[in-house]
């Protein structure tokens, strides 16, 4: 038994971009805890949370608003990976291996978007 949000694959790679960021933001420095790396969790938890929240029992135009909380929640987290990488909390590769996640994820995000009717 599961929850339809759970069939979701941008829910899925939502969930799992999560964890490789929560496990990213451990780099950074101590004194950002409640900066960079309380935000850049928050907006990474965001994008599954209102995957599944606009899954569950809502109509289809409140279904896409919550995607577009989803997307616009993404964009929040690339914009702190440029800020850990200008900041040199982590290195080029790792910028770039969660930044062309990120793009995958956000074109199929707004793909699924579009579909909604």
């Given at each position: 038994?599961?929850?339809?949000?759970?069939?979701?694959?941008?829910?899925?790679?939502?969930?799992?971009?999560?964890?490789?960021?929560?496990?990213?933001?451990?780099?950074?420095?101590?004194?950002?805890?409640?900066?960079?790396?309380?935000q850049?969790?928050?907006?990474?938890?965001?994008?599954?949370?209102?995957?599944?929240?606009?899954?569950?029992?809502q109509?289809n135009?409140?279904?896409?608003?919550?995607?577009?909380?989803?997307?616009?929640?993404?964009a929040?987290?690339?914009?702190?990976?440029?800020?850990?990488?200008?900041?040199?909390?982590?290195?080029?590769?790792?910028?770039?291996?969660?930044?062309?996640?990120?793009?995958?994820?956000m074109?199929?995000?707004?793909?699924f978007?579009?579909?909604?009717r």
């Amino acid at each position: 038994m599961e929850f339809k949000f759970e069939k979701l694959i941008i829910w899925q790679k939502a969930m799992e971009f999560g964890e490789s960021i929560n496990k990213l933001s451990w780099q950074f420095p101590k004194d950002e805890m409640y900066n960079l790396t309380s935000q850049i969790r928050r907006a990474m938890d965001s994008i599954a949370l209102n995957i599944s929240e606009g899954a569950i029992g809502q109509t289809n135009p409140e279904f896409k608003k919550f995607i577009g909380y989803s997307i616009r929640s993404l964009a929040e987290v690339v914009t702190c990976l440029h800020k850990a990488k200008r900041r040199e909390y982590i290195s080029e590769e790792e910028f770039q291996k969660h930044y062309e996640f990120a793009f995958n994820l956000m074109n199929m995000m707004v793909a699924f978007k579009e579909k909604i009717r």
